[in-house]
């Protein structure tokens, strides 16, 4: 379960989220933790409401219904936003984050059903979120409104491009086509009537016998 969650494609979206809700205003980057929690919830028990919504876009049933490239571009669009405008678009945000993650969590379960499951998934999440911001928060450093851009244009970047690869289908190998293969020489075949030494035994020029009695007068 790990293994799934710690993937490359599943904790970038929630590091990209955690450094954006380190930017926010203390009382938004609250309420975007409960929004995270609200959204957690609601993707684990409303995963099908998704999967139908999501379900007419092509090949997404083949990448987890497409939930790490749209989270992806939820956290760089925050990251983009202005301080302002980032203070209101946060709780929304974070809550489709959170929406997304426990979605794919359900969706790669190794177990049948397994309840601790989805605590485990929501405390794997939330670990990677909270280290960041949380750090951030305690330690801003001086290049943030220079960073955050370069960042967030950075995962806008990968959230468009993964989801583009997404829709297109996979290419599959052409068979190897082999040379044709020579013509073979034409043999003759031999008369299944030919005696030992070549001689056949219905020989179709033989001279006919004289009838008895033919031949000349005495």
Excluded: K
């Amino acid at each position: 379960m790990l293994v799934s969650v710690l993937s490359f494609e599943r904790i970038l979206p929630l590091v990209g989220l955690g450094a954006a809700l380190a930017l926010a205003p203390r009382p938004s980057f609250a309420l975007s933790l409960a929004a995270f929690c609200a959204g957690s919830a609601i993707g684990w028990n409303a995963q099908s409401l998704y999967l139908s919504l999501v379900a007419r876009v092509p090949h997404a049933s083949e990448h987890l219904f497409l939930t790490g490239p749209l989270a992806t571009l939820a956290a760089g669009l925050l990251l983009l936003a202005p301080r302002r405008l980032r203070a209101v678009l946060a709780p929304p945000l974070a809550a489709l984050a959170g929406l997304l993650h426990m979605v794919a969590m359900r969706l790669t379960d190794p177990t049948l059903h397994d309840p601790r499951i989805a605590w485990l998934g929501f405390a794997a999440a939330l670990w990677p979120l909270l280290a960041v911001a949380l750090t951030v928060r305690a330690f801003p450093p001086r290049w943030t409104p220079i960073g955050a851009p370069i960042l967030g244009s950075w995962l806008l970047a990968i959230g468009l491009l993964h989801g583009a690869a997404s829709l297109v289908p996979r290419r599959t190998e052409a068979p190897l086509l082999l040379p044709p293969m020579p013509a073979q020489p034409s043999v003759p075949r031999a008369n299944p009537f030919a005696g030992a030494a070549g001689d056949e035994l219905f020989p179709s020029s033989a001279p006919m016998s004289r009838p008895f009695g033919a031949g000349s007068a005495p």
